[in-house]
């Protein structure tokens, strides 16, 4: 009796401390979520472009729940911060400590009534962050686009959320505007030295994909050129390359490049209407491109390429957050020192949108997990699992997480207003009906002979005596060739008959033939038989018998 007491008492208290410790994360609701941005190397993710953004969601949490009588507070740790920022100058020097100084805040400064995030970068050594968010048990979240390793389970962690969309998001939305305009033969230029990778990424995934999609009616044909924009031959020979392959082409550089080429397509008979020219940002800011960059008031040579231009980048979509852009601009500005674009909005970046967003959704998700009680935020692989094929209203608007844990961003497409010479948002594409959704009222005025979209392979082919013109080049090419002949029979009948009119009049000089027989092959006169006036021939008829019985003939 007594032994089922002392068990009941153990049994009872261990339940009491697990409660206890449940409680005491969940009462009080500390959250802390760890950053290992970069502070200012000229990056998106900085903490100079995205603290602001990360501040503000963080205040807003706290004053929700001391406006609710709930315990708890939001804060945002910056490791990097502007203290270590004359010591980190590149992605190398974030990599080099990244690791170590969040293993020695996860050792010395956590404590077990507070749930712990981490945001990270690609600047970060990823293993090493994946590993330690692995065996911390705690959600890692980035708030820029994210690489097939980050969720990959062998490389990555389980506890991994794509909060900013992924590499292949933007793979996924240019491979259908190309299958949607039946462009299946482009052209990827690359700007090779641009300080951002996600060119030089996005070319490599573009290209991987193709080679393992399911075969179609019609199988993608690219190739990539590598441009060396800081040379004036760079762009020339890119542009010489591409149109000797393709008549689309898509321009993976940044906008100070890519008008750089537009403006070339004049002199290279480029700009006539039959190219297409697809340019591709991450987002809208001036490390990158704007929309604003392709705008085009002459009416120069070069207009027909602006007017086949699309420009696809993350974009808000006209969402109504004029105050808290605003505010946003304004904490920058004041705490950070930094003055944020005019040209576009602070939230028009995924990576100032999503920063506020990981605050938002992690204290929600804390707040759902702890009302149904069980595991809370404190088990990164429990919250990971919460958010899978999730919605949620934030205040930065509605976010969608799928079952592999990825949040994909809504890309705008723009194109070439030839009304007001600017470009304008003529479409996006849905990632719940997998679509291209067209404004209707803002179709392209495409500069080709019939108004259509530009073929991805001319009707002539490149060399311009292909497809229906072969015919046509044979004939140019067999005529002149006909005429030659004709041209050179005569010359040599005339030849010959002056050269023989010259002779026979020497020889009527000299008491010879008459010239005025010149046409005679010989000048012989006709021989006529004497005494006669008729020629009489022999008959040269025979019969042919022929003998039914035998197969001989005989002639009579």
Request: with cysteine.
């Amino acid at each position: 009796m007594v032994g089922t007491v002392w068990l009941s008492i153990v049994i009872t208290a261990n339940l009491l401390i697990a409660i206890t410790n449940h409680c005491l994360a969940s009462a009080t609701g500390d959250i802390v979520i760890l950053t290992t941005l970069p502070y200012e190397i000229g990056v998106a993710p900085d903490i100079k472009q995205t603290g602001a953004a990360f501040d503000l969601a963080a205040e807003n949490m706290t004053k929700f729940n001391r406006d609710r009588n709930l315990t708890g507070s939001m804060t945002v740790k910056y490791l990097f911060d502007a203290s270590t920022s004359s010591l980190i100058r590149s992605c190398g020097d974030v990599a080099g400590r990244s690791a170590q100084l969040l293993a020695e805040y996860r050792y010395r400064q956590t404590d077990a009534r507070t749930c712990y995030a981490i945001v990270t970068s690609p600047c970060d050594d990823e293993r090493g962050i994946a590993s330690l968010a692995r065996a911390f048990d705690w959600p890692l979240f980035t708030n820029v686009l994210a690489k097939s390793d980050f969720l990959n389970p062998s490389i990555g962690s389980p506890t991994a959320i794509a909060a900013s969309g992924t590499f292949l998001g933007y793979s996924t939305v240019l491979l259908e505007i190309l299958r949607y305009y039946k462009w299946y033969r482009a052209t990827i230029l690359v700007e090779i030295k641009a300080i951002a990778t996600f060119y030089r990424d996005l070319a490599s995934l573009i290209l991987d994909r193709i080679k393992i999609l399911l075969p179609e009616t019609v199988q993608f044909q690219m190739e990539r050129f590598d441009m060396d924009a800081t040379i004036s031959e760079g762009v020339t020979s890119a542009l010489i390359f591409a149109r000797s392959r393709s008549r689309v082409i898509i321009l993976l550089a940044t906008g100070i490049t890519a008008r750089a080429i537009l403006e070339k397509t004049g002199s290279l008979e480029m700009s006539n209407g039959e190219y297409v020219f697809i340019i591709v940002q991450p987002l809208e800011a001036d490390v990158y491109g704007q929309r604003s960059q392709f705008q085009h008031s002459a009416n120069d040579t070069n207009l027909n390429a602006f007017r086949s231009l699309l420009f696809v980048a993350f974009g808000s979509f006209g969402n109504s957050l004029d105050q808290l852009n605003a505010k946003i601009r304004s904490r920058a500005k004041t705490v950070y020192n930094t003055t944020l674009s005019a040209a576009v909005e602070p939230l028009d970046s995924y990576a100032i949108q999503t920063s506020h967003a990981i605050v938002e959704l992690f204290a929600t998700v804390c707040r759902e997990m702890d009302s149904k009680g069980g595991s809370n935020c404190s088990s990164g692989l429990a919250t990971a699992n919460h958010v899978r094929n999730k919605s949620f209203h934030l205040s930065t608007g509605a976010l969608y997480i799928d079952s592999a844990h990825i949040r994909n961003l809504d890309l705008l497409i723009s194109g070439f207003n030839s009304s007001t010479r600017v470009m304008q948002s003529i479409g996006t594409y849905s990632w719940s009906s997998r679509k291209l959704i067209w404004d209707t009222e803002r179709a392209i005025d495409w500069p080709t002979v019939d108004g259509q979209p530009p073929r991805d392979v001319p009707l002539c082919g490149f060399s311009g005596d292909q497809g229906i013109c072969a015919e046509k080049a044979m004939s140019k090419v067999l005529t002149p060739a006909a005429a030659t002949t004709v041209i050179l029979l005569l010359i040599s009948a005339i030849a010959g008959f002056i050269l023989r009119w010259r002779s026979l009049a020497r020889h009527g000089l000299a008491g010879g033939p008459n010239p005025a027989d010149w046409w005679r092959l010989d000048q012989r006169p006709t021989p006529h038989p004497r005494n006669s006036s008729a020629v009489t021939l022999p008959d040269t008829r025979s019969t042919i018998r022929g003998d039914i019985n035998s197969n001989r003939k005989v002639a009579q």
